[in-house]
């Protein structure tokens, strides 16, 4: 037989036992400031300090607009989860250890007519790296591929996924390290725990075929599981001269554009073309 409680079970419980947390709470009324530390005490506890900091605010807001408890819990919910994702997207930015922020806001379009910005926006979103594709920037000096590279980076890190910016040379170097110790396996493991990984100005100098093969293996690695933004001044046609070898730069070039969006830009540098107006400003005035 089962006992029967005295209360529908849709009765509100009273006050003392909606508050199970401490139980020295029940016995006392609680005033308004034993409440606040309360919270101040839970919201440390819980790791929640943006509930901590803003309750007080929003649930004025909730009074003056008659929100149920439901909605109010929501509504500090909601703050602590944005704040925590903001806070998420900048350490992921701090650590992705870009030379600058640059972001595709910041982007001239009208400066490169042919880029297609339906194709910007869609690689924005960050599937590729959902789906462990790659992106590869090829053009002349200036034309913002560097930029570029940083900002679907930024993108990227504020889709919560974790990047890690180098030049080609210095993951080279990176990798020839790890060579030397007899840790090449774990540092290439190490290195896929970032889903995206940019490797800028491949092309400027060249590499020996040692540095070219750890280049291989770098890209080998990731094939499949883990995406690379690269950006080169040089046309794929002209890698083998890069990585002293051209069938180690086709094997690379294979598995780096087999899932790969491929963008090649052409026209003025950005850098000339400021330049040019500066002078243009000067002898205006
Ligand atoms: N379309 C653009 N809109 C705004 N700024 C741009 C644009 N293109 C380039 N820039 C700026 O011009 C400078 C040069 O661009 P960036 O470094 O991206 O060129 P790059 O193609 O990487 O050149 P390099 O091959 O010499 O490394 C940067 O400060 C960048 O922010
Ligand atoms: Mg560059």
């Known amino acids: 037989m089962t006992t029967t409680t005295t209360e529908p079970a849709t009765a509100p419980a009273p006050a003392r036992a909606r508050r199970p947390v401490k139980a020295a709470a029940a016995v006392t009324a609680p005033t308004p400031e034993r409440i606040s530390s309360q919270i101040a005490y839970l919201t440390r506890v819980l790791k929640m300090p943006t509930i901590g900091r803003t309750w007080e605010e929003i649930a004025t807001q909730a009074r003056d607009e008659g929100w149920s408890h439901a909605e109010y819990l929501a509504g500090v919910l909601e703050r602590q989860a944005a704040d925590r994702e903001s806070a998420g997207s900048m350490m992921r ?27 910007l ?71 896929r725990r970032y889903k995206v990984i940019i490797i800028d100005e491949v092309g400027y100098i060249p590499f020996d075929t040692d540095a070219a093969n750890l280049f291989f293996q770098l890209v080998a690695s990731r094939y499949e599981q883990g995406s690379i933004i690269v950006t080169s001044n040089l046309p794929f046609g002209r890698w083998g001269e890069t990585f002293s070898d051209d ?37 205006d005035n």
């Open 93 to 119: 930015i701090r650590t992705a250890h870009f030379p600058a922020i640059k972001t595709l806001e910041d982007f001239n379009y009208d400066h490169l007519p042919s880029l297609r910005r339906d194709l």
């Open 121 to 191: 926006a869609h690689l924005a979103t960050s599937t590729f790296v959902a789906k462990a594709e790659n992106v590869v920037l090829l053009g002349p000096p200036g034309i913002g591929k560097t930029h570029l590279a940083i900002a679907l980076g930024v993108k990227a890190a504020q889709n919560g996924y974790s990047v890690l910016f180098d030049t080609a040379s210095n993951w080279i170097n990176r990798l020839a390290v790890a060579h030397n110790a007899g840790g090449l396996e774990n540092e290439l493991k190490k290195i």
């Open 247 to 283: 069938v180690v730069a086709d094997a690379m070039i294979d598995r780096l554009v087999h899932h790969a969006e491929v963008l090649a830009l052409s026209g003025e540098s950005y850098r000339t073309r400021a330049r040019r107006e500066l002078l243009a400003k000067d002898r």
